[in-house]
């Protein structure tokens, strides 16, 4: 699995809010979170944020992130979002990024990974399910204000060989998967 040429996958920074927030917006026109509540995403001792940059020419700009919570020594985590500035989906981007999601799970233990999808949504779904993620239960009406039902979806993790992580907060640990 890689990236395309000239994007690099990082830790997010909560310096990283408002690049992340102008693309929660393009990407959720409807219900993007509030940039407080994003701010705690990013903060949040629980979470693991990445990102997806530029790094040709000029000031990097950030293409896709993603993000998992969990909390120390619990076996179940979340994933809490994941999105793909338009102009670059169906590149591999959101694999990447759901791949190293997944390895952080694994890496803190965790066997049953949970997340929402929006019923109206069959291009997050079909990624999720060729992850191996099932759809468990519907919540009805629960995307508003557009009453669209929400698919909550489950996998099981097994234990793999440990991968190395993109670095801590702070850290210009960058990692270029290929
Ligand atoms: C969902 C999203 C993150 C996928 O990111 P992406 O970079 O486009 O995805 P990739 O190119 O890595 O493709 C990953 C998988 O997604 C699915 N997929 C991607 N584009 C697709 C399309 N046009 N039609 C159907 N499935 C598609 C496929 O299952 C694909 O796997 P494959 O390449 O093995 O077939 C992206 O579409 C996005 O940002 N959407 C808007 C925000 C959103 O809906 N987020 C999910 C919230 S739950």
Redesign the pocket.
């Known amino acids: 699995m890689s990236l395309p040429d000239g994007l690099r996958l990082r830790r997010a920074h909560p310096q990283d809010l408002d690049d992340v927030m102008w693309l929660e917006h393009a990407?959720?026109p409807t219900d993007a979170w509030s940039a407080s509540q994003m701010s705690g995403e990013l903060y949040s001792p629980h979470g693991y944020y990445i990102v997806v940059e530029t790094t040709e020419g000029g000031a990097p700009t950030i293409v896709?992130y993603?993000g998992l919570s969990s909390l120390a020594g619990n076996p179940v985590a979340d994933?809490q979002?994941?999105?793909?500035?338009?102009d670059?989906?169906?590149?591999?981007?959101?694999?990447?990024?759901?791949t190293e999601l997944l390895d952080e799970a694994r890496r803190r233990g965790v066997r049953e990974v949970f997340?929402?999808?929006?019923a109206d949504?069959?291009?997050?779904q079909?990624?999720?399910?060729?992850f191996g993620f099932e759809r468990i239960a519907v919540r009805p009406r629960y995307y508003q204000p557009d009453g669209v039902d929400a698919w909550v979806m489950r996998a099981e993790l097994s234990p793999a060989a440990p991968t190395p992580g993109v670095g801590p907060i702070g850290q210009e640990t960058l990692d270029e998967r290929d």
């Open positions: 990407s959720f896709g993603a994933v979002t994941i999105a793909v500035a338009a670059r989906r169906g590149t591999g981007i959101g694999r990447v990024l759901f997340l929402e999808v929006r949504n069959p291009v997050a079909a990624m999720y399910t060729g």
